[in-house]
């Protein structure tokens, strides 16, 4: 067993994500050599990635994975790609199954045929609505658990070893979704007032830097640890109100925010207090709300 | 609530199926009008098989099955349409997450537009390797867990009243799929030797009338509980080694066969004790292993 931290080779998806793109960078810091395996339709993207070994194309044949996976081998696979959706329609469920359930599943069917056997794979805390075992929030938190399922078949038959990290609120520098924070920062630029909720839920913000330290952890526990499966959650260990989180960001900007409280209602299922689950053993988050926010107002003036 | 046994309107998945067909023919018999959602290749079957409400076709688009459920708008839903398979190759990835995934899930989405709100899922022991609570024999067992997951969100977002049959192995008149019973009867009109397995697995054969017995049940339970999930075990009561099995039929048919146990080795991850699920309740088998086998050897002759 190598030391924490040896660099490996490794597979991504989702690297062209906001996560995806961190941990790239994060691995290629640590001297991994990381091959990526993507849709077309991220090529351009990729290629204003530096020193990316490969990139592989997947167009949603198992072949391709197949064909990729026995190329690169890979020491260690982090499956970061996913259709997220907050909310889905009935035209989104065929692109809901073949990302989230049937991509995991041909990467899982290659690796056992390269004799792949560590995974690192992102999950949701949105599987763990009210703090059950098992209750999806959205459909998308439904398609990662089902996707858990099929990993189970193969620590079963092929000596896979995964790690699943659910995931909180991540936030960070480059962050091109449109999710709370670009909002507030956009609300911090302009002055203008923004209507929300009565801000009362509960949430955990987790720096993207945080993020990546835990997949890089999660790697070496997943090259340690007999066949199976684990799951970890990545808390900050920060959680606070979204109120609260307004007033932090206020205070990491030294200026007030026009956010009127109460103006809209809580969406459908709305996690009031995110989930606890077993942490991730041997990490802990180093950048805390204040600090994270700081960066974030740096990076943006 | 109406009666026990109330003719209700049904959509039915999997109905050129072996227990799909006899599912049809005993739900007719009850009075109910049945429509059939199914591939274009088995408009031949289907086309011989009489009063059938309406065949509508499925080439897997999510509209077809909104649009068949708009129209029929069955009380029930019976999902008992799968790709099974012992073990798969890689070649087989796809149509097993389309046939037992995507294809339930369209399903789902289709009952939650229409309104509708009972479901009767056909699941499988498999899921259940070892007695335990989720422990998958192979990829097909996974992909039905997977659905599992899938349909626990629509029992949290739409009202979905969902029972899951897991069955254990099947055999009945009728019967084409090249599975133990149907060598065993060949074994037993040719004289033939056949080579097996050492036989001291434990097997649990429900007849299929007595599986369908169970999903019209199910079908009364779905349609008067409240929103959820609810699993249950279809189990014939007589559980029997495969030798004990094949003594069983060489009693029914008054004649030897020609069995070579020990010749072959087990397959991997061979179910070896079945696993003891929550039985379906109000529901009790009525076709001993003995008169079943009786029955089918005069179906034979």
Redesign the interface.
């Known amino acids: 067993v190598s030391a924490p931290g040896t660099p490996r080779r490794a597979l991504l998806t989702g690297a062209t994500g906001f996560i995806g793109s961190h941990l790239l960078a994060h691995l290629q810091a640590a001297g991994w050599p990381v091959a990526v395996l993507a849709r077309p339709s991220a090529a351009e993207l990729l290629s204003q990635m530096p020193a990316i070994a490969k990139v592989y194309t997947y167009t949603?044949a198992?072949?391709e994975v197949?064909a990729a996976m026995a190329e690169h081998k890979p020491e260690v696979v982090f499956h970061l790609s996913s259709h997220f959706l907050a909310a889905h329609d009935?035209?989104q469920?065929?692109s809901?199954?073949?990302s989230n359930?049937?991509f995991g599943?041909?990467l899982l069917?290659?690796m056992k045929?390269a004799g792949v056997t560590a995974l690192v794979n992102a999950g949701t805390s949105w599987q763990n609505?009210a703090g059950d075992t098992?209750?999806?929030v959205?459909?998308y938190?439904?398609?990662k658990?089902?996707?858990e399922?099929?990993v189970?078949?193969y620590t079963?038959?092929s000596g896979l070893r995964a790690v699943t990290l659910r995931l909180y609120d991540s936030y960070g520098e480059g962050d091109q979704r449109r999710k709370l924070l670009r909002l507030l920062l956009e609300c911090l630029r302009t002055g203008e007032p923004m209507g929300m909720s009565p801000g009362d839920q509960v949430m955990d913000l987790v720096h993207v830097d945080d993020i990546c330290r835990a997949f890089l952890h999660a790697a070496e526990l997943a090259l340690e640890m007999p066949a199976g499966a684990s799951v970890y959650a990545v808390s900050s260990g920060e959680r606070r109100t979204l109120k609260q989180v307004v007033a932090t960001l206020e205070e990491a900007a030294g200026q007030k925010l026009a956010i009127e409280f109460g103006v809209r209602a809580h969406r459908?299922?709305e996690v009031m207090v995110p989930w606890v689950g077993p942490p991730l053993p041997g990490w802990v988050p180093t950048i805390s709300l204040l600090d994270g926010f700081k960066r974030l107002i740096r990076d943006r003036t």
Do not use: C, H, K, W
Request: charged residues 10%; hydrophobic residues 40%; without cysteine.
């Open positions: 949603g198992t072949t197949i009935s035209t469920i065929e809901l199954i073949s359930v049937l599943t041909q069917e290659a045929a609505y098992y209750n999806p959205n459909l938190a439904a398609t658990q089902a996707f399922d099929i189970a078949y079963q038959t459908p299922r």
